[in-house]
């Protein structure tokens, strides 16, 4: 079965503190691909990063970062010197590679909210 | 990426009635779909909008609740038949650009109320 779990239901950081959302997901199938998406209060899904289960490398965009564990099959997405404006919910997120209904499998999102 | 817009972004609805949501994207796209949130909740596929044919549904959903229709390959409607205070949720078109590198976007949702 295809799972992601997101623990973190909720954290509060305050501004300029770094957090990590962790996210573990379970798949039977070797090749796969993983998302991270950012839904601000205004409500639309904002795309992050896709990350092919293939390639291990770390990646970094300005400040955000992403740990991506086979080993541990997680998939954790780092936020260096958060700001008010990272306040959002966080989907991490799970497709199978040639899936026939190229469907996501969400987690149940982290809400972040970064205080002043 | 895609640039996706949804009508209407939000509307208030009585039970009994069906709304109809209409998704369009800049540019031709592989596949489209729409997602379901529900209050709080995170995301759910209700279906795959094939191009030409029927959509392939998710268990779940099923074509007289939810009849979607995609007559080209950049717009898409999704129906809410005969809704219920249950069916209150944001709907979302995602699609999928350039297959090969597998990245899904989303459109900014419509935010339904049934009374």
């Known amino acids: 079965a295809q799972k992601v779990t997101q623990a973190q239901t909720e954290i509060s950081v305050v501004e300029k503190e770094d957090v990590t959302l962790d996210c573990v997901y379970e798949?039977?199938?070797?090749?796969?691909?993983l998302f991270w998406y950012k839904q601000p209060p205004s409500g639309e899904l904002v795309f992050l990063i896709r990350?092919?289960?293939?390639?291990?490398q770390n990646e970094i965009s300005g400040r955000y970062s992403w740990n991506f564990q086979k080993s541990t099959s997680s998939f954790n997405f780092t936020i260096t010197a958060s700001q008010v404006v990272d306040s959002a919910v966080y989907f991490c997120a799970l497709k199978n590679y040639g899936g026939a209904t190229n469907k996501l499998i969400f987690g149940t999102g982290t809400l972040l909210a970064v205080q002043p | 990426s895609a640039v996706i817009s949804q009508k209407p972004s939000r509307d208030i609805c009585q039970r009994g009635t069906s709304l109809t949501i209409q998704c369009q994207v800049d540019?031709?796209?592989?596949?489209m779909f729409w997602y379901r949130q529900q209050p709080g909740q995170s995301l759910t596929l209700i279906a795959t909008a094939n191009q030409g044919s029927e959509a392939t549904y998710e268990s779940g959903f099923v074509i007289d609740k939810f009849p979607i229709s995609r007559p080209n390959l950049t717009f898409s409607t999704l129906t809410v038949s005969n809704m219920s205070p249950e069916d209150s949720s944001i709907y979302l078109c995602?699609?999928?650009?350039?297959?090969?590198?597998?990245?899904?976007?989303f459109g900014p949702g419509t935010r339904l109320t049934v009374t």
């Open positions: 990350r092919n289960s293939f390639d291990e």
């Open positions: 995602s699609v999928l650009v350039l297959a090969g590198k597998n990245e899904q976007y």
């Open positions: 540019s031709q796209v592989t596949m």
């Open positions: 798949t039977r199938d070797t090749t796969y691909y």
